[in-house]
């Protein structure tokens, strides 16, 4: 398995590297939660239509049990009539404090590094490399 494999199809989708996510996951839930509180289930269909494919239970309720932890988002539990209780996100203020300091400091860190690529995907969407 290449260390950066992605599969690019003709709608420029791609298969993204499980790694590439872990870092900035934390920092995507904020962001999701800054909308409006959500559940588990929302906040993947919400990652996966962003593009960022399937984020599974495994991987986003640790960090959701991690942000819980710190005080960055609150939860809440629904038991409508005739379906399974839900636990609802909500974003704290701290939340929103760790959101306005990470989301800048995330998107530098993306730039930079999108300099190091500089002239090595002039070929790839082009089918060329």
Do not use: C
């Amino acid at each position: 398995m290449a260390l950066l494999s992605t599969r690019m199809d003709s709608r420029h989708s791609f298969e993204r590297d499980p790694q590439w996510l872990r870092g900035v996951l934390a920092l995507l839930v904020l962001a999701i939660l800054e909308r409006g509180e959500a559940y588990g289930y929302d906040i993947t269909r919400q990652l996966e239509l962003a593009g960022l494919g399937v984020v599974k239970g495994g991987t986003l309720y640790p960090v959701l049990g991690r942000l819980e932890d710190a005080a960055m988002v609150n939860v809440r539990w629904s038991e409508p009539a005739g379906g399974p209780a839900r636990k609802y996100y909500r974003l704290t203020a701290s939340g929103q404090q760790e959101l306005r300091r990470g989301a800048p400091a995330w998107l530098e860190f993306a730039r930079r590094a999108e300099g190091l690529f500089e002239g090595v995907l002039e070929g790839v969407h082009d089918g060329s490399n």
